[in-house]
């Protein structure tokens, strides 16, 4: 019985105009904001749990909640409304404030009235860059950099666009996809507002802007196509001499303009979302190049277009690629912060993860010890913090893979004591590393260890969900299978019996719990002595399961097929057995390389 024991923008009239064309970066340069300052961190799995067969993963929720500062409700929605006095209109904001804790790609200040252009070769005239060192908060000088009210106006409007860009972001991240979905639609009704008023500037089309480029981040590109024509119409309807406008078309015309930067970024982003990855990497390499131009090629800059593209080889099955990238990202981090900055620390985990998927186990060990003392000793983070948790499980998992079992016990218990001294016993997260560790335990053979430890588990979940709760039914489970490698056989089957009527109502009859609950059934019952025919009808329902949801030549139908064809044997249904045993040939064939008869 095979039970698998992891789970887890100058102005000059005097040269021709650029046309004014409608288009995705005709739209996405009106005002360029960086996607934020991602820090890599390793994307490995984070979960180490015992499941009984390798046919099957846990399905795990996790909830994260936002607390939103009062203040004016409308429609639902909390949000303050922010004006920007222009001398054409008024343009209202709705967004929740709060502090800009991002850095982001600065629109470049004009000349005022009355002057007709700047020196845009001068360097201390360019933009400043949105992934710079946390310092470099200071905008770029120009000519009359002070003389002119309108621009220190411009300047709020856009901070207040890059706080409601920033709000948005955290929202995502911490999970709340639908208030930053409730808070881009207030503010695309308060534009629409404005425009159907008659108001029909550069102010108007930088808010649908930022807008668009929140939806991006979503991932909802349908209605980003309607934003895009409805900000290219207005465009199209500006005036030569509208402020900003120059300099948006002059930059439209620079192929190494670093204001590109940022819809290409966006581009990439969702060309390798939907599968066009070959796109997406020449699109990544030309942010690449274009920084490396602008900036230097051992600039911080670069981290986060290099973080992306080693993320998308990942994602494709390049990890060769992907441990160049990182590598390369170490080296920056290093030559830019130090090597005992905790950003250095976030570099190594993410290239042991490169490491790992390359097969080379040992070496990303090594780095993730490494990162973790780094990041601890650095303080970058919180030794609560989820990520530091969820690399501790990852170097914990690739020990147990390599056979060195006790020290990775020795990571899970620590994530144990942290997780009950920081956020206590009933906290899901402690729920959490007491079944990673009984399944250390269990893979070690030490069952009497795992029961208790399930037991325990078992027990706060008893006395914190309802006793139908489906997340009450892993522990359960898991309880299930130690038992049945104590021999204690009857209290195993009762467990499992009561695990599977859970996952049935609670995921349906035909859903990949209930299959992994009816895998380690079939196993209680075959050494309890049940009748055959019985068991030949759950292990069928078992490939069902398995071939809709792994496909007909996975691996996992091979085990189960190979397990159906013994008991049509055993019951001597030959005519049923032998179509079944010449697919099973075909499977062993398939992955010979793999499996030992």
Known sequence: MGWAQMAHGFKAHDKPRPRKESSFMTSCLLLCLAFGNATPTSSMAASFLAVPSPSFSNHRKSQVGLCLPSGIWQNGRTHFPICLQMQKCKVKLYMIPCKAIVRFWALKRFASVGSLEVDTEDPKHHVSSGFSAPNDFARSKTLHDHSSNLWDGMNDFERQLQELFNEV???????????????????????????????????????????????????????????LDMMSGIVDSLKDDEPLLDAILMHMGRKTSILLVTSLLGM???????????????????????????????????????????????????????????????????????????????????????????????EA??????????????????????????????LAELLHIVGRGQEGRELL??????????????????????????????????????????????????????????????????????????????????????????????????????????????????????????????????????????????????????????????????????????RLSNLRMKYKQKVQY
């Open 268 to 362: 990439a982003k969702v060309l390798g979302s939907i599968g066009r990855a070959k796109k997406a990497v020449e699109i990544y390499h030309r942010v690449i190049t274009i920084l490396e131009l602008n900036r230097g090629t051992e600039s911080a800059d670069l981290v986060l277009p290099l973080f992306s593209l080693g993320s998308l080889f990942i994602k494709e099955g390049k990890a060769v690629d992907a441990e160049s990238v990182f590598s390369r990202i170490l080296k920056i981090y290093t030559k830019v912060y130090g090597e005992n900055d905790g950003r250095v620390g976030m570099a190594m985990c993410s290239l042991a993860h490169a490491k790992c998927a390359n097969g080379n186990a040992e």
């Open 169 to 227: 972001k955290s929202m995502i991240m911490m999970g709340n996809k639908n208030d930053a979905i409730d808070l881009l639609q207030a503010n695309y009704e308060a534009v629409k507002e404005q425009i159907n008023a008659g108001n029909k500037g550069i102010e108007e089309v930088a808010i649908l802007d930022i807008i668009a480029l929140g939806y991006v981040y979503i991932g909802d590109l349908k209605f980003v196509q309607s934003l």
């Open 413 to 582: 218990e620590e994530c144990l004591l942290i997780t009950e001294k920081y956020k206590g016993k009933e906290h899901p997260s402690f729920v959490t590393h007491l079944l990673n560790l009984a399944a250390s335990y269990s893979r070690s053979k030490n069952f009497v260890e795992a029961e208790r430890l399930l037991r325990i588990c078992l027990d706060i979940m008893t006395n914190t969900v309802w006793p139908d709760d489906q997340s009450i039914s892993f522990p359960m489970l898991h309880l299930g299978i130690t038992l049945y490698h104590l021999n204690r056989d009857k209290e195993a089957e009762k467990l499992v019996l009561e695990a599977l009527y859970i996952r049935e109502i609670a995921f349906g009859k035909d859903s990949l719990p209930v299959g992994e609950a009816l895998d380690c059934l079939v196993s209680i019952q075959t050494r309890l002595g049940e009748d055959d025919t019985k068991l030949l009808e759950l292990l069928k329902r078992v490939l069902r399961i398995q071939e809709r949801e792994f496909g007909s030549e996975s691996e996992e139908v091979m085990l189960t097929l190979k397990k159906v064809v013994s008991y049509l044997d055993k019951l001597g249904r030959k005519e049923e057995k032998f179509p079944l045993q010449k």
């Open 365 to 394: 060990i090594e780095l993730y010890k490494k990162a973790l003392r780094v990041i601890k000793d650095s303080n970058y983070m919180s030794l609560d913090d989820s990520i530091m948790e969820n690399m501790r499980i990852d």
